[in-house]
């Protein structure tokens, strides 16, 4: 993995956090510490600022007013060195229909000047069960397919951390236990996950903390480990309360 510039005590520190869209706010002062390693599931219901987090900690958008440091680099003034600790698995595949997954993850290699390219998108093309379909054109994957392969391509710089938005959308049983294999496998590894989610029932077997974001603020910050029936009571809770 990528190293840092110097051992910060969170991987990902947050301060004071504010986004906003024609005056109306999106994130509202929120702060956020992520130590490196952990599994943060990111719930709350549409419009609650999980996707607009993410793309402002991935460099995609900007923030109003706050401070951001990922490994001790400070966005937005840093952001080459922050892009290159994260991997980003979003709504969109960020693939090419028209080429191969070979062809895909060759040219995200020659983006991030990957030495032995070659070798890592084997090694990636195998860990995400896609070898016999190396050279196979994009679209004629599955979704489950193309969130494998959205998976490889997020991995092949060897990012600290992986970013996902709602990576199950879509996704059948089956599918949605290769990405849960998939996800342990990153976190075993030591990478630090940030996970937006609507399945509540994989938010509270997968991860190691909880975060409920609510009107843009956090309702609720634990380490995991309450059930399914638990969260989901929580998250009602949390979830209908209103921000003054």
Not at 66 to 73: E, K, L, P, T, Y
Not at 182 to 196: Q, S, V
Not at 208 to 214: A, G, K, N
């Given at each position: 993995?990528?190293?840092?510039?110097?051992?910060?005590?969170?991987?990902?520190?947050?301060?004071?956090?504010?986004?906003?869209?024609?005056?109306?706010p999106v994130l509202r002062k929120l702060t956020l510490q992520v130590t490196h390693g952990?599994?943060?599931?990111?719930?709350?219901?549409n419009g609650s600022g999980k996707s607009t987090l993410l793309r402002i900690l991935c460099?995609?958008?900007?923030?109003?007013?706050?401070?951001?440091?990922?490994?001790?680099?400070?966005?937005?003034?840093?952001?080459?060195?922050?892009?290159?600790?994260?991997?980003?698995?979003?709504?969109?595949?960020?693939?090419?229909?028209?080429?191969?997954?070979?062809?895909?993850?060759?040219?995200?290699?020659?983006?991030?000047?990957?030495?032995?390219?070659?070798?890592?998108?084997?090694?990636?093309?195998?860990?995400?069960?896609?070898?016999?379909?190396?050279?196979?054109?994009?679209?004629?994957?599955?979704?489950?397919?193309?969130?494998?392969?959205?998976?490889?391509?997020?991995?092949?710089?060897?990012?600290?951390?992986?970013?996902?938005?709602?990576?199950?959308?879509?996704?059948?049983?089956?599918?949605?236990?290769?990405?849960?294999?998939?996800?342990?496998?990153?976190?075993?590894?030591?990478?630090?996950?940030?996970?937006?989610?609507?399945?509540?029932?994989?938010?509270?077997?997968?991860?190691?903390?909880?975060?409920?974001?609510?009107?843009?603020?956090?309702?609720?910050?634990?380490?995991?480990?309450?059930?399914?029936?638990?969260?989901?009571?929580?998250?009602?809770?949390?979830?209908?309360?209103?921000?003054?």
């Amino acid at each position: 993995m990528n190293p840092t510039p110097h051992s910060p005590t969170y991987l990902i520190d947050i301060q004071e956090l504010v986004k906003a869209y024609d005056l109306l706010p999106v994130l509202r002062k929120l702060t956020l510490q992520v130590t490196h390693g952990e599994f943060v599931a990111l719930l709350g219901p549409n419009g609650s600022g999980k996707s607009t987090l993410l793309r402002i900690l991935c460099g995609l958008s900007r923030a109003t007013a706050g401070s951001i440091r990922v490994g001790g680099w400070k966005l937005p003034d840093e952001i080459a060195a922050v892009r290159a600790q994260i991997g980003l698995v979003s709504h969109k595949s960020l693939l090419y229909d028209n080429l191969s997954a070979y062809e895909n993850l060759r040219f995200f290699a020659q983006l991030y000047n990957l030495p032995n390219a070659d070798a890592r998108i084997a090694e990636l093309l195998a860990q995400v069960g896609l070898q016999k379909r190396t050279h196979a054109l994009v679209r004629t994957f599955s979704r489950g397919m193309l969130q494998r392969l959205s998976i490889a391509r997020a991995l092949l710089h060897n990012p600290d951390i992986l970013l996902l938005d709602e990576p199950y959308t879509g996704l059948d049983q089956d599918a949605s236990a290769i990405l849960d294999s998939l996800l342990k496998a990153a976190h075993d590894e030591g990478r630090t996950i940030i996970m937006t989610t609507h399945d509540l029932n994989r938010a509270a077997i997968l991860p190691t903390r909880i975060v409920i974001l609510s009107r843009g603020v956090i309702g609720y910050d634990q380490p995991a480990g309450v059930s399914a029936v638990e969260l989901a009571s929580l998250y009602t809770e949390i979830t209908s309360m209103v921000t003054t």
